[in-house]
């Protein structure tokens, strides 16, 4: 097997290097990718809500998607708890004590892990398929294998 990060998580590479991708290419990311794996159940409605605006819009998401759209929905909380005038501090205030959000790559929690909301709980290792064309979840979160 090779592993590489999820910087690597692009359909349009998966596609050009098809014929000289390894057998078993491993990709540790964040929860957004489909899944029959464990998840709680904010996480789970997020990503029914992520796919299902994808598909209406008839695009496939790859790894660039996510990069975006937790982040986006986290501002579009805060303004709508503090209103469309607030200030960019009032919005890091906001943001610097939010905890237990879910979104498509987990559940944030800012108070525990500043800057960044996640930690690697809500990492999973993916594997390409390329029979499929997309990742397929194949660990739990933290890598941990899923149950045979």
């Known amino acids: 097997p090779v592993a590489t990060t999820d910087g690597n998580m692009t359909?349009?590479?998966?596609?050009?290097?098809?014929?000289v991708l390894p057998k078993t290419l491993l990709i540790?990311?964040?929860e957004w990718p489909e899944s029959n794996a464990p998840e709680p159940?904010?996480?789970?409605?997020?990503?029914k809500a992520f796919f299902a605006a994808y598909k209406a819009a008839?695009?496939?998401?790859?790894?660039?998607?996510?990069?975006?759209?937790d982040p986006g929905l986290?501002?579009?909380?805060?303004l709508k708890k503090l209103g469309p005038n607030a200030t960019a501090e009032q919005v890091?205030?906001?943001?610097?004590?939010?905890?237990?959000?879910?979104?498509?790559?987990g559940v944030y929690d800012f108070t525990k892990v500043?800057?960044?909301?996640?930690?690697?709980?809500?990492?999973?290792?993916?594997?390409?398929?390329?029979g499929q064309d997309k990742w397929v979840v194949v660990s739990k979160?933290?890598?941990?294998p899923l149950d045979k």
């Open 58 to 69: 008839g695009i496939t998401p790859d790894g660039a998607a996510p990069f975006s759209w």
């Open 41 to 47: 159940a904010g996480v789970s409605a997020a990503k």
């Open 141 to 144: 979160t933290r890598g941990i």
């Open 11 to 19: 359909l349009a590479q998966m596609h050009q290097f098809a014929a």
């Open 114 to 130: 500043p800057q960044r909301g996640l930690d690697d709980s809500s990492i999973v290792v993916t594997r390409w398929d390329k």
């Open 74 to 78: 986290l501002v579009v909380s805060a």
């Open 28 to 30: 540790a990311t964040p």
């Open 92 to 105: 890091r205030g906001y943001l610097a004590d939010l905890k237990d959000f879910s979104g498509i790559n």
